[in-house]
């Protein structure tokens, strides 16, 4: 039986990528705690927490990894008919803990969620300090559709999203890849394939390459375009 490596709280030192697991996939050690300092080790090195209620925190790295790259962003012709119709209000780090606790009701088919408590205090910690970002679809004043994630050098790493009206999640990250895009993020991590995300550009490279495109640790931050999510998207390339 394999031993995971124990993470010690707030420690930065995971292991090597190539001691993640195969089966499951990606999984790379067990342990340590969700504090800032611990999840930004984490994302710096392409790793993520991952854990169901009861279970000690796992944390993950799979390959291959699904990522989008700002400039192969694909809207189809029926998404852009709802983008310029404007029938939502797009706002970005205004209802952030709201959004991951609509993030956490469960799906159609699921049973519970990850999302737990313990996630939503440690992300909005994150949030606070500035590294973790949401946003929110507005239909007739009521939240239809959102998302977040963390950013960090020019990586935005995306975490969960929801929609209570058709089309709300897709606005949402049209929004915030063409914000991204213009202001300088070159890469935004979905981490595992999904047809949803699939269909709008998203890609499956080996975690060599993924991890290949991670910023360095020194590498500053970009600044976050708040206002830009929140305006009409840029131009990007439609498909039937």
């Known amino acids: 039986m394999t031993m995971l490596p124990w ?4 420690a930065e030192n995971f292991p090597p990528s190539s001691r993640a697991l195969d089966e499951p996939n990606g999984l790379i050690a067990a342990g340590g705690d969700l504090s800032v300092r611990q999840l930004l080790a984490a994302y710096r090195r392409g790793i993520f927490p991952w854990y169901s209620e009861g279970q000690p925190i796992l944390w993950w790295t799979p390959s291959p990894r699904l990522v989008l790259f700002p400039e192969q962003l694909h809207i189809s012709r029926s998404l852009a008919k709802v983008l310029r119709q404007k029938t939502f209000r797009v706002t970005c780090d205004t209802a952030f803990e709201t959004v991951m606790g609509l993030c956490a009701e ?4 699921q049973d519970g969620t990850w999302i737990s408590e313990e996630m939503i205090a440690a992300y909005s910690r994150l949030h606070a300090a500035g590294h973790a970002h949401s946003v929110e679809v507005w239909l007739d004043g009521e939240l239809a559709g959102g998302l977040y994630g963390v950013a960090i050098g020019s ?5 969960s ?3 209570r009206a058709s089309n709300a999640s897709k606005v949402a990250f049209v929004h915030l890849i063409s914000a991204l895009g213009r202001t300088g993020f070159h890469m935004i991590d979905c981490q595992v394939y999904t047809q949803h995300l699939a269909s709008l550009g998203a890609v499956e490279i080996p975690r060599t390459e993924f991890e290949r ?3 360095s640790p020194a590498a500053e931050p970009l600044p976050w375009p708040a206002t830009l999510i929140s305006q009409t998207p ?3 390339s439609i498909r039937d």
């Open 161 to 163: 999203m929801f929609s």
């Open 234 to 236: 840029f131009e990007a």
């Open 155 to 159: 990586v935005f790493y995306g975490e």
């Open 7 to 10: 993470m010690d709280p707030g």
């Open 213 to 215: 495109r991670l910023p």
């Open 106 to 109: 469960p799906r159609p088919g």
